[in-house]
């Protein structure tokens, strides 16, 4: 409320002038109706005392009654019952000489009353108003006339004011309530009427309105811009001083219809219609103006409001801030548009696809083959291959893309990359220099219209990486020097772009170089399985999922597929860490579950040791998967490290996933122990391995990637590159966030007759039946040609297991790519090759296994050991005794053993004497040489005397 009474706005002064005429209306009214009241009260009396004296006067029997003997006894009761059937205060009958006869006071009948009743016994009722004791009071005298119409009595009656106020006086709350319900109504009209006009005036008093409409008006006439206020009719409200002056309007315009003043059509036409406008240009006489007009419908009464601004002197530099402005615009959108991947090549087109038709008709981009390979420029040189062009004609003249040019030093190309900065050739036509490079050329290039060049180096961190040509040809203007530094301002830009992208192209051929040199550059060669993979690098860089495929001991073969977090040259350098401590711990024959193990441990101190380097990342997350296949049994033993596992296709065309423990991944630091799984799968089935990328993404979970890679696999059998590549086809994502591995192999088995074995007594008796068995069956493969050092290995191997192991003892010769002879026993020792002195009797005899085979080595299975040795099937591979210093009388260590006697090794001379008559009879041109010192293995402990 104190906002609408404010004495200081135009509202509140409103408010208050109508509140005080609302009060003096009221208080006027009040005064008027108590006078009126007061007037009404003493008519009242005078009008009621006269009629009830009349009434008296000439009610039925008065005369008769003045006429007795007694005429107060007759009239006192009648007198009395008027007078309170009339509420007056008395009704007097007096007789002509003054003797009361009635009255309401019983003590005053018979005095003799005088008063002013002169007009009354002259015939002539009169009212009179007196002031007595009981206050202000009115008296009426009527006179009682007889038959003849003479006055022979009076009648008064006398009535006090106050009685007759006393029933106006209960009327005087409801008087002033009325009173106070009118002035609330009126102060809450006037105070709504005073908000209106509050609204209307923004709480401004009359100083602050009369200044405001002075200032509008000044306002109105004074600014350089014309204003029009034209009504819904299509009239002409108000006109300020620059409106007239630019439309040459009459002195009269005002409150005539436009259509009336003289205007353009055009011009009229927009004033006249409904429709906005925002500067447009309009031709009045010599001026160009520009027009805007809005509307003020429905915020204000119909019509418009028009603004003009004369734009005549403007035109010229208006050309030359829109020839700025779209060079800013250009300078942004190639922010945006130069730039947006990391490859060289493409950022050059970029930068010529910016610049035509904006700023040139043609442009081309010359960068130096260095700069396309990643690497640093050279410090000088003009020759500079053609990267990208845009605006280039199919048949031009010009140079194609791809063309390595070499540039006169007088060409402004050459000139730009020699010097490093813009070189302007205005009018080619005249630029002897530019010509020199291939007149021909030039000559073609004139004829097409092209006018003007101007190149600008594309300089980075201070070296030039190349050139950008811009040419305009035909109407287009020429080259001038306000566009050389909108030119080198675009070059500046496109060249931290190409920059960064060759840079990138160095870091990222550097890791690609590591990555493919880490991975296996091809797949070893072995029978057990078929093989073939795919290795796809992620669009996001170099990764570290990697695969490979490890050949083992007894013709079985190690699948592996291992995924390191994160990308660049860090997770390709911890890949290639991990595949070649996989590749170490495999040549141990270690089995799946605690080479993965021996893994985790190695990791956990790869990241120990590197979190104690200063800023040095440790390995954040590697998975791992390792599965061994045995060709003999078919059993395939796999262990996961948080990796997925494998999936099996069965020759019937059936896809499935077998259940794998779960393992956490490499270097949690849990140090638990890792579990493996066993199946058996049958020949002709396809081990399939993979990495997370193929089957998960962020649009894909991973249930659903496992299911689609089942689909792909179930189905007809199929050649492991063909599984492949359906595979690839169908379940790799549209864009592959992360490294892809597969690997699939199809199993083989050995046949039956590739397979020979023996279990053999824990007797040294027992050696020479099984070890000419194994000449026997050597023989049926056709492999007589190696049977002499196969011998001797087994010979060494049955012995030492024999005498140092335990049972039970097993011979295994296994026909594959080489002949593999195993000897395997109970005992979990392994033995060593040591360097025996020259007077050991003992101790050479795994010296000449190694000198005798291609391979040899121990794994450890559940049972005990088993010590192998590989023989290459080509001749040449056995050696002769003279070779290994065997002599009819010397002590080879080993040897074919007979039933009579062995020395300590089990060995007998007659049997090295019979080997070396052997090996002359099959060789007879070898001659003896004389014997070695070799050194004869043994087992830890166990030192033959």
Not at 87 to 110: F, M, R, W
Not at 688 to 699: A, K, S
Request: aromatic share 4%; glycine share 8%; proline share 6%.
């Amino acid at each position: 409320m104190g906002s609408l009474v404010g004495v200081r706005s135009l509202a509140g002064q409103v408010f208050l002038l109508q509140s005080a005429v609302v009060v003096l209306v009221v208080a006027a009214a009040l005064a008027a109706l108590v006078v009126q009241a007061q007037h009404d009260s003493t008519a009242d009396a005078r009008d009621r005392t006269l009629a009830v004296a009349e009434s008296f006067a000439n009610s039925p029997g008065i005369l008769a009654a003045l006429a007795s003997p007694n005429p107060t006894a007759v009239l006192q009761p009648s007198a009395e019952a008027a007078r309170k059937a009339a509420g007056v205060d008395a009704i007097i009958v007096y007789k002509l000489d003054g003797i009361t006869l009635t009255h309401s006071d019983p003590s005053q009948i018979g005095k003799r009353v005088i008063g002013p009743y002169a007009q009354a016994a002259a015939g002539q009722p009169f009212t009179s108003t007196f002031q007595g004791s009981l206050g202000l009071s009115v008296i009426s005298a009527v006179p009682v006339k007889d038959v003849h119409g003479s006055v022979v009595a009076i009648v008064s009656c006398p009535l006090t004011v106050e009685r007759v106020q006393h029933r106006v006086s209960r009327q005087v709350p409801v008087l002033f309530g009325s009173a106070a319900g009118a002035l609330v109504i009126a102060a809450g009209g006037a105070g709504l009427v005073s908000r209106r006009l509050r609204r209307q005036t923004h709480g401004l008093g009359p100083i602050e309105m009369t200044r405001m409409y002075e200032h509008h008006d000044a306002v109105l006439h004074a600014v350089r811009e014309g204003v029009l206020i034209i009504g819904g009719d299509g009239r002409l409200v108000l006109a300020n001083d620059e409106a007239r002056r630019l439309l040459e309007l009459p002195a009269d315009a005002e409150q005539r219809h436009v259509t009336d003043l003289g205007l353009e059509a055009d011009l009229a036409e927009l004033l006249t219609s409904d429709r906005a406008a925002t500067d447009e240009v309009y031709l009045v006489a010599d001026r160009l103006l520009a027009v805007s007009k809005r509307l003020a419908a429905p915020a204000g009464s119909a019509g418009s409001v028009v603004t003009l601004r004369d734009t005549t002197e403007l035109r010229a530099l208006y050309g030359r801030a829109e020839t700025a402005r779209e060079r800013l615009k250009l300078l942004y959108d190639a922010g945006g548009r130069v730039g947006t991947t990391l490859d060289v090549q493409r950022t050059a087109r970029e930068l010529a696809d910016v610049a035509v038709p904006r700023f040139a008709d043609i442009a081309t981009v010359e960068l130096f083959d260095p700069v396309l390979r990643g690497e640093e420029p050279p410090g000088a040189g003009t020759e500079i291959r053609r990267t990208a062009a845009a605006g280039l004609q199919e048949d031009g003249p010009f140079y194609p893309v791809g063309k390595l040019i070499r540039f006169s030093t007088s060409h402004p190309i050459a000139a730009g990359v020699v010097s490093g900065r813009a070189v302007l050739a205005a009018d080619l036509s005249t630029s002897d220099g530019w010509r020199a490079q291939d007149p021909e050329r030039a000559e073609r290039i004139l004829d097409h219209g092209v006018h003007s060049l101007l190149v600008v180096p594309l300089r980075a961190r201070g070296v030039v990486l190349g050139t950008v040509a811009f040419w305009r040809a035909n109407a287009s203007p020429r080259f001038e020097e306000e566009d050389v530094s909108v030119a080198e301002e675009l070059a500046a830009q496109a060249a931290v772009c190409i920059d960064n992208a060759r840079r990138y192209t160095r870091e990222h051929a550097m890791a690609v170089t590591l990555q493919r040199s880490l991975l296996p550059r091809e797949l070893p060669a072995q029978t057990a399985l078929d093989v073939a993979y795919r290795y796809l690098p992620a669009h996001a860089g170099v990764g570290g999922d990697w695969f490979d495929v490890i050949p083992l001991s007894g013709s079985r073969v190690a699948l592996v597929v291992g995924d390191v977090v994160g990308h660049g040259l860090h997770a390709a350098a911890t890949m290639g860490r991990l595949r070649t401590a996989v590749l170490n711990f495999s040549a141990l024959d270690m089995p799946p579950d605690e080479l993965l193990g021996r893994l985790d441990e190695l990791v956990a101190r790869i990241d120990a040791e590197e979190a104690a380097g200063a800023g040095a990342p440790g390995i954040i997350g590697a998975t791992c998967q390792y599965a061994v296949y045995d060709p003999v049994s078919g059993q395939v033993v796999t262990a996961t490290a948080g990796h997925p596992g494998l999936a099996v296709v069965h020759p019937d065309g059936s896809a499935g996933f077998p259940q794998v423990p779960i393992n956490p991944p490499l270097g949690l630091g849990a140090r638990l122990p890792f579990e493996s799984a066993e199946l058996t799968v049958p020949e002709g089935s396809r081990l399939v391995l993979y990495t997370d990328g193929l089957v998960e993404d962020r649009d894909r979970d991973l249930d659903t990637g496992l299911e689609a890679l089942r689909g792909a696999l179930a189905g007809p059998d199929r050649t492991p590159e063909a599984t492949c590549a359906a595979v690839m086809e169908a379940v790799l994502p549209a864009q592959p966030r992360d490294d892809v591995a597969l690997l699939v192999a199809r199993t083989h088995r050995l046949a039956p007759n590739q397979v020979a074995e023996w279990d053999v007594p824990r007797d040294p008796a027992a050696v020479p039946p099984v070890r000419n068995a194994c000449v026997r069956q050597l023989e049926e493969w056709g492999l007589e040609h190696i049977a002499f050092a196969a011998e001797l290995t087994l010979s060494e191997l049955i012995t030492n297991a024999v005498r140092y192991g335990t049972e039970p003892i097993t011979v295994r010769l296994l026909r594959d790519r080489t002949l593999i002879c195993e000897v395997s026993d109970g005992s979990s020792t392994s033995p060593r090759m040591r360097r025996a002195q020259a007077t050991d009797e003992g101790g050479r005899g795994l010296f000449m296994v190694a000198q005798l085979a291609d391979r040899w080595g121990t794994r450890y299975t559940p049972t005990g050991k088993v010590i192998w040795a590989e023989h290459a099937l080509h001749n040449g591979t056995a050696l002769v005794a003279d070779d290994l210093g065997l002599t009819a009388s010397g002590n080879s260590g080993t040897g074919p053993h007979d039933q009579h006697s062995t020395n300590s090794n089990g060995d007998s001379r007659q049997g090295s004497s019979s080997v070396t008559q052997r090996r002359e009879a099959r060789d007879p041109s070898t001659t003896r040489r004389p014997p070695v010192t070799t050194a004869r293995p043994c087992l830890p402990g166990l030192e033959p005397s």
